[in-house]
């Protein structure tokens, strides 16, 4: 079956600007969590949805939501851009809430703030 | 406030010798354990995992211990292949309500041939 798809690869924007990223999981997974990686920080944790509710938040500020859809497939948005907004933006979905479950990811979307 | 750490960015070992990537966490909470791989322009894919009621767990060429006396888990790989080369995360969780994964910053794994 097909893995998790996230679009668009990869994205320049300017300082200011906002983007919205799109993730569609793995058939029949209910569970989309968003991540951050960057540089000497490893994956740092945005935001869980299951069934179109936000289950859990990491320590971003308010810039960055998201949201589900009911057919799972889920967007992040990153309003007023800031540099330090570039990174590597990963998606990954399982079956359940994700706990011990293990993930899958997607490819990622590179964003580049200039 | 870093929970999970691997202390050392990068690492290069031989083909066909012992390749030991460490991690370390300091929530005492945590009772399950994740690695996950990296190669460039892919997303993370899982590798192996250990529960905290046990000090091993063993899948073909990689071996993850745990001493959580510690607070310290360790992943090997042996013999080392080419196709090892990668970024390594390790990862941890906690059954102590709806908890999400927390990652640490990875190693980068480099085996020479």
């Known amino acids: 079956k097909a893995g998790v798809t996230q679009t668009p690869r990869y994205l320049i924007k300017t300082r200011g600007q906002q983007v919205t990223l799109s993730c569609s999981p793995i058939?029949?997974?209910?569970?989309v969590s968003w991540y951050q990686q960057t540089p000497g920080q490893g994956l740092q944790f945005l935001f869980e949805?299951?069934?179109?509710?936000?289950?859990n938040k990491g320590n971003f500020p308010g810039r960055f939501s998201g949201r589900q859809f009911s057919n799972s497939r889920s967007e992040m948005n990153v309003s007023t851009l800031e540099l330090g907004d570039s990174a590597l933006y990963l998606c990954?979905?399982?079956?359940?809430?994700?706990?011990?479950?293990?993930?899958?990811f997607g490819a990622g979307s590179r964003l580049t703030v200039l | 406030d870093q929970q999970v750490k691997q202390n050392s960015p990068s690492l290069s070992v031989q083909e066909g010798r012992i390749s030991i990537l460490n991690c370390d966490y300091t929530?005492?909470?945590?009772?399950?354990f994740l690695w996950y791989k990296k190669y460039p322009a892919e997303g993370p894919t899982f590798l192996i995992s250990?529960?905290?009621?046990?000090d091993k767990n063993e899948d073909g060429r990689f071996t993850v211990f745990l001493n959580k006396s510690a607070k310290h888990l360790s992943l090997h790989i042996v013999p080392s292949q080419p196709g090892d080369s990668a970024v390594y995360f390790c990862?941890?969780?906690?059954?102590?309500?709806?908890?999400?994964?927390?990652f640490g910053t990875g190693t980068r794994l480099t085996i020479i041939p």
């Open positions: 250990i529960s905290s009621i046990k």
């Open positions: 058939s029949g997974h209910r569970s």
């Open positions: 949805y299951f069934s179109e509710t936000q289950r």
């Open positions: 990862a941890a969780i906690g059954s102590f309500g709806n908890e999400k994964l927390t």
């Open positions: 990954a979905s399982s079956f359940t809430v994700s706990g011990a479950n293990v993930l899958t």
């Open positions: 929530n005492s909470m945590f009772d399950y």
